[in-house]
């Protein structure tokens, strides 16, 4: 009479064990889906500092703060840097972050150095011209980044950028600004110096829609720091710059950089000019 209760109470521990597995391997599933989701808060949290900067920024050019703005700007490329950072370390990346960062970027590099301008000078040209001067580096630069992105969805990995970075874009704007905002220079822009302005609007506008190549910074691991050691140079360069000589600092800091892409441009041409292969690609980093 033993046996057969033996027999049905192992039937039923198989029983259970076959409809815990289904359980268990669920379970797992939405542990490391929330472990992800978790690690993806790390990135996003920087990428909506950016944001918030980028509105901050707007918030003080409209109080009349324009230096204050300025560096808010340069706050908010400092969050951007520090979520790509992120993302590469806790090794997360989707469309949700992606599209967010894109986000942030418009607000920050676009809008704000935008509307930093049009407060700046660009007013003295009217509301309507001035304005439409002023919006050049927002329309263009959504433009750069849903260009970025179509790339990135399309699988196209590189380590040189097509156009310069809103962020750059923002950074050479608003460093200008800091540099020129007390000196005696500009207390009254009159004509020339409002014509250095709109060619500096107009000339970073149109580098961040052009085909124009500009480093990027790769991810500073064993490999890339040999293989790009001139670039992370000129990346602790820059950094270097801008905290011993400041506003002055980071300007010159820009100019190598816009300097880089456009030497290298330069040099393509050449090539394409002296040589058969109209296909020759631009002289890479040694």
Same mark, same amino acid.
């Given at each position: 009479?033993?046996?057969?209760? $033996?027999?049905?109470?192992? =039937?039923?521990?198989?029983?259970?064990?076959?409809?815990?597995?289904?359980? #268990?391997?669920? *379970?797992?599933? =939405?542990?490391?889906?929330?472990?992800? *989701?978790?690690? @993806?808060?790390?990135?996003?949290?920087? $990428?909506?500092?950016? %944001?918030?900067?980028?509105?901050?920024?707007?918030?003080?050019?409209?109080?009349?703060?324009?230096?204050?703005?300025?560096?808010?700007?340069?706050?908010?490329?400092?969050? !951007?840097? /520090?979520?790509?950072?992120?993302?590469? /370390?806790?090794?997360?990346?989707?469309?949700?972050?992606?599209?967010? !960062?894109? #986000?942030? !970027?418009?607000?920050?590099?676009?809008?704000?150095?935008?509307?930093?301008?049009?407060?700046?000078?660009?007013?003295?040209?009217?509301?309507?011209?001035?304005? %439409?001067?002023?919006?050049?580096?927002?329309?263009?630069?959504?433009?750069?980044?849903?260009?970025?992105?179509?790339?990135? +969805?399309?699988?196209?990995? $590189?380590? +040189?950028?097509?156009?310069?970075?809103?962020?750059?874009?923002?950074?050479?704007?608003?460093?200008?600004?800091?540099?020129?905002?007390?000196?005696?220079? &500009? !207390?009254?822009? @009159?004509?020339?110096?409002?014509?250095?302005?709109?060619?500096?609007?107009?000339?970073?506008?149109?580098?961040?829609?052009?085909?124009?190549?500009?480093?990027?910074?790769?991810?500073?691991?064993?490999?890339?720091? *040999?293989?790009?050691?001139? *670039? &992370?140079?000129?990346? #602790?360069?820059?950094? %270097? #710059?801008?905290?011993?000589?400041?506003? +002055?600092?980071?300007?010159?800091?820009?100019?190598?950089?816009?300097?880089?892409?456009?030497?290298?441009?330069?040099?393509?041409?050449?090539?394409?000019?002296?040589?058969?292969?109209?296909? @020759?690609?631009?002289?890479?980093?040694?």
């Amino acid at each position: 009479m033993e046996t057969p209760t $033996t027999t049905s109470e192992s =039937s039923r521990g198989v029983g259970r064990r076959r409809r815990r597995g289904p359980v #268990l391997r669920a *379970r797992r599933a =939405s542990d490391g889906r929330s472990g992800q *989701r978790a690690r @993806a808060a790390v990135p996003n949290f920087f $990428t909506l500092m950016n %944001l918030l900067a980028g509105f901050f920024s707007l918030i003080q050019t409209a109080a009349g703060n324009l230096e204050a703005a300025a560096w808010l700007v340069v706050l908010a490329a400092f969050f !951007d840097l /520090l979520d790509g950072l992120m993302a590469r /370390l806790v090794g997360v990346s989707g469309e949700f972050g992606v599209e967010l !960062d894109s #986000l942030s !970027d418009v607000v920050s590099f676009g809008v704000a150095p935008s509307f930093l301008l049009y407060v700046f000078g660009l007013h003295q040209l009217g509301s309507m011209w001035g304005g %439409l001067l002023a919006s050049l580096p927002a329309l263009f630069g959504a433009v750069r980044l849903a260009r970025f992105n179509s790339l990135a +969805e399309a699988g196209v990995k $590189t380590t +040189e950028f097509t156009g310069l970075p809103i962020p750059a874009q923002a950074g050479t704007v608003v460093v200008f600004i800091l540099t020129f905002i007390e000196r005696p220079w &500009f !207390d009254v822009l @009159a004509r020339p110096q409002l014509s250095v302005l709109i060619t500096l609007v107009v000339g970073l506008s149109a580098l961040m829609v052009s085909p124009i190549s500009f480093p990027a910074l790769p991810q500073p691991n064993p490999a890339n720091l *040999r293989a790009y050691r001139y *670039r &992370f140079l000129l990346f #602790l360069l820059a950094m %270097l #710059l801008g905290v011993v000589f400041q506003e +002055e600092g980071l300007l010159a800091a820009a100019i190598i950089y816009l300097g880089w892409g456009l030497g290298r441009a330069l040099m393509w041409a050449i090539r394409v000019a002296t040589v058969e292969d109209p296909d @020759a690609e631009p002289v890479e980093e040694p």
